[in-house]
C-alpha cells in the first residue's frame, strides 16, 4: 500500500465521520439531553472506531457472529467496542434473535443460543441487549432475517418465546449490573493504521487478516478466563502504565512517539510482547530504515533479517521450553542484539536453529518477540509463564465454559459463567462458593451445572 492509499484511507474514515458528526449537530440544535450514537460493526475495516467513538456519547454496535465464529472472537469485538469508548459500558444495538440472512446458508439459532449471547455481551460490559428485528419484512432483501415476531405473527414461535424469557431475566436483574466495570491488568493493542498497512501490503503474503492475528494472542488469554482491555496503540503512558502487560499483535505502523512509549512503559517494569510485522512502517507507510523491527528494535532487542512466506497449510515447527508448536503464514529470520532465546525452527529450512521467540530485558521489564503466528496451542504454552510469573489471575475451567467478573459499587462483584457449547458441563470453582446465582436465588456450593448454552450469573462480595 502506498503512502497515498494510507492517506485514502484515513480520508474515508474521517470524511464519514464528518458525515455523522453533521446528523448530529444538527439533531443537537433541537435535543440538547438525548445520548446520541450510530451503529458500529466489530472489527470493521474501514472506519477508525477509536477516531468514532471520541464523538459518540455512547458506542453502540452490531453484533452478527456466524455460525463458525468462536466464542472468543465474538468476546473480543465486545471488548473492543467497550475499549474504543474508554472501557464505559456500551450498548448492544442489534443481534438477530434467530437466523441471519446474508451468509451462504442461514442455521437457525439453537435453543438457548441467543440467551447465551446477549448474556455474553453483557459480561463484556454491554448495558443494553436489542434485537434487529422486531417483526419480519415481508419483502426486501432482509426478508428471512430474524424477528421477535416472525412470519406467522403469532406470540407462539420459539423464538418469541424465548426472547420474552430473555426481557424478564435482564428487566428482574439487569439493573443491579449497569455501570458495573470491568478490571483488567492486560492490555491489546487494536490498530485501524495497522489494519489498513498490513492487509494492504504487496508481499510478502497475501495470508494475513488483521483482526485473527488480534484473536491468536486474545484467544490464549480468553482461555484462561483473564480479562482484557483493548487500547489504541497511540495510548498515552500514564494510561498505558497502568497495565501489567501490553501485546500489540502484528503492529506494523508505528505512529509518532509510540515507540518511545512503549520503551519508557517497558523501562519502568511493564511486559510487552509483540512480533512478527512489527515495527516495518512509519505513519506515511513508508519502510523504517535500518532494519526490522524499526523503531522498535532496541526494545525488542533482536534485528529482523528476513521474513519468509509460508504457503497455506504450510507450517514451520518451534520447540523450546515450554513450547512445543507450529507456526504458519510467515516466519521472521531472527538475529538477537540482547535478548534471550526462548524457541527456535525446527525442520530443514536453512534458518532452522535460529531464535524463533525471544525475550529481551529492558530497563525493570521485559519485551517479548514472537517471530511467528503459532497455533493455538503454541501460543497458550507461550502465554503460560508470562500470567504465572506476572501473577495474573487466571483460571482453567472446562474447554467452552467462560468466566467474567464486572465490579460494581460497594464491593459486589458479578461473575458470569457462560456455556457457549451446545453440551451440558459441570464443574467446581472455589472462587465462587458462598456467591448467589441471580436468576435462580441457589447459592453456590462447589458443584455447578450448566446446561447447553447455559448462562449463571453470580453475585459476590
Known amino acids: 500500500m502506498s503512502g497515498l492509499?494510507?492517506?485514502?484511507?484515513?480520508?474515508?474514515?474521517?470524511?464519514?465521520?464528518?458525515?455523522?458528526?453533521?446528523?448530529?449537530?444538527?439533531?443537537?440544535?433541537?435535543?440538547?439531553?438525548?445520548?446520541?450514537?450510530?451503529?458500529?460493526?466489530?472489527?470493521?475495516?474501514?472506519?477508525?472506531?477509536?477516531?468514532?467513538?471520541?464523538?459518540?456519547?455512547?458506542?453502540?454496535?452490531?453484533?452478527?457472529?456466524?455460525?463458525?465464529?468462536?466464542?472468543?472472537?465474538?468476546?473480543?469485538?465486545?471488548?473492543?467496542?467497550?475499549?474504543?469508548?474508554?472501557?464505559?459500558?456500551?450498548?448492544?444495538?442489534?443481534?438477530?434473535?434467530?437466523?441471519?440472512?446474508?451468509?451462504?446458508?442461514?442455521?437457525?439459532?439453537?435453543?438457548?443460543?441467543?440467551?447465551?449471547l446477549s448474556w455474553q455481551a453483557v459480561a463484556h460490559g454491554a448495558d443494553t441487549v436489542r434485537f434487529f428485528q422486531m417483526k419480519q419484512s415481508l419483502g426486501g432483501c432482509e426478508r428471512f432475517h430474524g424477528a421477535v415476531i416472525a412470519h406467522d405473527?403469532?406470540?407462539?414461535?420459539?423464538?418469541?418465546?424465548?426472547?420474552?424469557?430473555?426481557?424478564?431475566?435482564?428487566?428482574?436483574?439487569?439493573?443491579?449490573?449497569?455501570?458495573?466495570?470491568?478490571?483488567?491488568?492486560?492490555?491489546?493493542?487494536?490498530?485501524?493504521?495497522?489494519?489498513?498497512?498490513?492487509?494492504?501490503?504487496v508481499?510478502?503474503?497475501?495470508?494475513?487478516?488483521?483482526?485473527?492475528?488480534?484473536?491468536?494472542?486474545?484467544?490464549?488469554?480468553?482461555?484462561?478466563?483473564?480479562?482484557?482491555?483493548?487500547?489504541?496503540?497511540?495510548t498515552p503512558l500514564a494510561r498505558l502504565s497502568q497495565y501489567d502487560l501490553a501485546i500489540a499483535p502484528a503492529l506494523i505502523t508505528v505512529l509518532p512517539g509510540v515507540a518511545e512509549t512503549l520503551e519508557a512503559y517497558v523501562a519502568d517494569g511493564g511486559t510487552f510482547i509483540t512480533g512478527y510485522m512489527a515495527g516495518i512502517h512509519d505513519e506515511h507507510d513508508l519502510v523504517v530504515p535500518g532494519g526490522y523491527p524499526g523503531k522498535l528494535r532496541r526494545l525488542m532487542g533482536v534485528w529482523v533479517e528476513e521474513i519468509d512466506a509460508l504457503a497455506p497449510g504450510e507450517t514451520i515447527e518451534v520447540h523450546g521450553g515450554t513450547v512445543d508448536a507450529k507456526g504458519e503464514i510467515v516466519a521472521s529470520i531472527i538475529h538477537r542484539e540482547g535478548a534471550e532465546r526462548l524457541a527456535t525452527y525446527g525442520g530443514d529450512e536453512f534458518y532452522a536453529g535460529h531464535s524463533a521467540l525471544t525475550v529481551n530485558a529492558y530497563g525493570k521489564g521485559k519485551a517479548y518477540f514472537v517471530g511467528?503466528?503459532?497455533?493455538?496451542?503454541?501460543?497458550?504454552?507461550?502465554?503460560?509463564?508470562?500470567?504465572?510469573?506476572?501473577?495474573?489471575?487466571?483460571?482453567?475451567?472446562?474447554?467452552?465454559?467462560?468466566?467474567?467478573?464486572?465490579?460494581?459499587?460497594?464491593?459486589?462483584?458479578?461473575?458470569?459463567?457462560?456455556?457457549?457449547?451446545?453440551?451440558?458441563?459441570?464443574?467446581?470453582?472455589?472462587?465462587?462458593?458462598?456467591?448467589?446465582?441471580?436468576?435462580?436465588?441457589?447459592?453456590?456450593?462447589d458443584l455447578i451445572e450448566l446446561k447447553s448454552y447455559g448462562v449463571d450469573v453470580i453475585a459476590l462480595r
Open 5 to 116: 492509499q494510507m492517506d485514502y484511507r484515513r480520508f474515508q474514515s474521517q470524511a464519514q465521520l464528518a458525515c455523522y458528526t453533521n446528523e448530529r449537530d444538527a439533531i443537537r440544535e433541537y435535543d440538547a439531553t438525548t445520548p446520541i450514537t450510530t451503529n458500529l460493526m466489530g472489527t470493521f475495516k474501514d472506519l477508525d472506531y477509536f477516531e468514532w467513538a471520541k464523538e459518540m456519547d455512547v458506542v453502540s454496535w452490531d453484533n452478527y457472529p456466524g455460525m463458525d465464529t468462536p466464542p472468543s472472537f465474538t468476546a473480543m469485538c465486545h471488548d473492543l467496542m467497550r475499549g474504543i469508548g474508554g472501557n464505559k459500558p456500551f450498548m448492544l444495538m442489534e443481534q438477530t434473535p434467530n437466523q441471519q440472512n446474508w451468509f451462504p446458508f442461514c442455521k437457525v439459532k439453537q435453543p438457548g443460543e441467543v440467551r447465551k
Open 153 to 201: 405473527g403469532t406470540e407462539e414461535s420459539r423464538v418469541f418465546k424465548e426472547t420474552a424469557a430473555l426481557g424478564e431475566e435482564l428487566d428482574r436483574i439487569g439493573r443491579r449490573i449497569m455501570g458495573s466495570r470491568i478490571e483488567s491488568r492486560v492490555a491489546i493493542m487494536f490498530d485501524w493504521q495497522s489494519y489498513w498497512s498490513l492487509e494492504g501490503c
Open 203 to 234: 508481499g510478502p503474503t497475501t495470508g494475513f487478516n488483521y483482526p485473527n492475528e488480534v484473536h491468536r494472542f486474545y484467544r490464549a488469554l480468553w482461555r484462561r478466563n483473564v480479562p482484557v482491555d483493548m487500547i489504541a496503540s497511540t
Open 372 to 445: 511467528t503466528p503459532l497455533d493455538e496451542t503454541g501460543m497458550s504454552a507461550f502465554m503460560a509463564p508470562i500470567i504465572k510469573e506476572l501473577d495474573l489471575k487466571s483460571l482453567d475451567i472446562p474447554e467452552d465454559v467462560s468466566l467474567s467478573v464486572r465490579y460494581g459499587d460497594g464491593g459486589t462483584r458479578y461473575a458470569f459463567l457462560i456455556n457457549n457449547s451446545a453440551a451440558d458441563k459441570r464443574l467446581c470453582l472455589s472462587e465462587l462458593n458462598g456467591g448467589t446465582e441471580l436468576l435462580t436465588g441457589t447459592v453456590i456450593n
